[in-house]
């Protein structure tokens, strides 16, 4: 007996003209497709970067803006402070010219004043040989040592014997503030205990002596008094 196989469709098989027309229609349209959700979706994502980009510039503008405002408003402020500052300042000057002729005149005055009540004072001058000629005492010459802080007076005296004896000096050096209060001691020939050395003057010698003020505390020395023992 003959066997005749079923018709049917394999891949050996023509396929009809119609048929491959509609798969390429069909893949066209897909690839179609496809195409256009790609290009769509790096359109949104242009897009997005964009706005992103767009926002931080803008966010920078106006942090850039607002620190410029910040300086200009602090360079006004600060140009008025100055002007302020340089009014009160001009002020303050003027009135220390205006104040200055009563300041000297009351200084005088308290000059006069100190002068009259103690008579025996002197009036205490730095760089300065100041002659004195009480015995074998002949000047003095004061100085400033130290800084603002640590400020301190320093003197020198020189002495003379002019007498056919021996001499020991004992010399007290006294110091005053302005309204003639003392405020300070300095003692020659004399031990811290108070008793006499034995630092003699000969016949004819010319010494000096050099040492620093003992003054009370923050007090300011106008005036000095000599004062020999014998």
Known sequence: MRNFDRPGKNDDQEVAP?????????KESANVTDNTQSYSYHSKYRRS???????????????????????????ILSGQENLELTVVEKK????????????????????????????????LEFDKVIPLDLGYVKNIVFTVAGKDSDKHYEYKIVMHNSELTLIHPEVDILF???????????????HEDGTPNLDMLERGEVRSF??????????????FRVKIHK
């Open 18 to 26: 119609g048929e491959n027309m509609y798969r390429l229609s069909h």
């Open 49 to 75: 970067s964009r706005t992103r980009l767009i926002f931080f510039l803008s966010i920078g503008l106006i942090v850039e803006t607002t620190a410029l405002l910040v300086l200009f408003i602090q360079l």
């Open 92 to 123: 303050q000057s003027q009135e220390l010219q205006r104040l200055q002729p009563e300041v000297e005149k009351l200084r005088t005055e308290l000059a006069a004043l100190t002068a009259s009540r103690l008579p025996n004072l002197t009036k």
């Open 176 to 190: 005053f503030d302005r309204v003639g209060i003392q405020v300070g001691l300095s003692r020659i020939g004399f």
């Open 210 to 223: 050099s040492a620093m003020v003992d003054l009370m505390d923050d007090a300011n020395p106008e005036y």
